[in-house]
């Protein structure tokens, strides 16, 4: 059954929109969300990080004479094995309101804190941990 001279006419661009209109406006859309929501993705772990760090310090100051004297530096975010941790250094004030020096810290979340000068196998510690 041959079609009329303009049903095929019609049939022809309405071929033509589509692959040239419409179809690319599918790949871009689709391209489009697929790099937003990796963004927002990327965006959120960021921020889960960031909020890691903070409540680590919390646990770091949390263990010195003088926490609001805490002074950090050299502090970032690593996962071991799943395990979210932070490393740096602080320095704080002691009992007689001095400054002690900078020392390596290992912490994890609000809870755990290690300290270079308060354990034996610190090295160990922050090689497990700290580097990448």
Known sequence: MKLSPLLELIFVRMMLVTVFII???FVVWG???IFTNDAAQKSNRHMQQLVWVEQSK???RGRLKDLKSAEFKEVFFNRVKGTPMVCGQVNSKNSLG???GYQRFVASGNT???FERETQDFPTVWNKYCVK
């Open 112 to 114: 755990l804190a290690f």
């Open 58 to 60: 919390d646990a770091v």
């Open 98 to 100: 001095g400054y002690t």
């Open 31 to 33: 391209v489009w969300t």
């Open 23 to 25: 179809f690319p406006i």
